[in-house]
T-cell receptor, first 113, second 114 residues
């Protein structure tokens, strides 16, 4: 069974631009979560989707948004990029989401110049 | 223990020794805990989990211990191998409205010397 797939693997953008990251969960998994990982803040929760609905959201500004499609694939978007948005963005999937182990992809490394 | 920024707690062991990685959690309402291993350039990889109604769980070469009284979690790795070198994170899931997100600790860097 294929794991969680994230694209692209690496991305370089400049301040003010916007970016869209993609995540394909494990087949049969309906919950997709997004996390931001930086050396300074560690792993921080962005949001979680289940059946195309956002169920939980972390403490990030509105520039960070996401969505989930009917096939459970998910995208996250960051608008008006700032230097501090440089990070590894990780997607994780699970069958139901609540109180279940999450399986992570390899992430998208975003660099904002 | 906890750390800030780039200064991860580190643990250096000799190949073949047993390793113990500790984690303190803050939410007494958390009822599910997971240990993840993250190698350079990869996403976190599930190692073992434990629910709050247990105090010990064993896997292959790994054991997780949960002490709810002092809100402490530990991961024991038996016969540590060079391939075990990585950053290890504990994560907790709360109850009620926050049971869809993992809250991660800062991580511990394990280095295994051959």
């Amino acid at each position: 069974k294929a794991g969680v797939t994230q694209t692209p693997r690496y991305l370089i953008k400049t301040r003010g631009q916007q970016v869209t990251l993609s995540c394909s969960p494990i087949s049969g998994h309906r919950s997709v979560s997004w996390y931001q990982q930086t050396p300074g803040q560690g792993l921080q929760f962005l949001f979680e989707y289940f059946s195309e609905t956002q169920r939980n959201k972390g403490n990030f500004p509105g520039r960070f948004s996401g969505r989930q499609f009917s096939n459970s694939r998910s995208e996250m978007n960051v608008s008006t990029l700032e230097l501090g948005d440089s990070a590894l963005y990780l997607c994780a999937s699970s069958r139901q989401g609540a109180n279940q182990k999450l399986f992570f992809g390899s992430g998208t490394q975003l660099s904002v110049l | 223990g906890e750390s800030v920024g780039l200064h991860l707690p580190t643990l250096s062991v000799q190949e073949g020794d047993n390793s113990i990685i500790n984690c303190a959690y803050s939410n007494s309402a958390s009822d599910y805990f997971i240990w993840y291993k993250q190698e350079s350039g990869k996403g976190p990889q599930f190692i073992i989990d434990i629910r709050s109604n247990m105090d010990k769980r064993q896997g292959q070469r790994v054991t997780v211990l949960l002490n709810k009284t002092v809100k402490h979690l530990s991961l024991q790795i038996a016969a540590t191998q060079p391939g075990d070198s990585a950053v290890y994170f504990c994560a907790e899931i709360g109850s009620g409205g926050s049971n869809y997100k993992l809250t991660f600790g800062k991580g511990t860097l394990l280095t295994v010397n051959p």
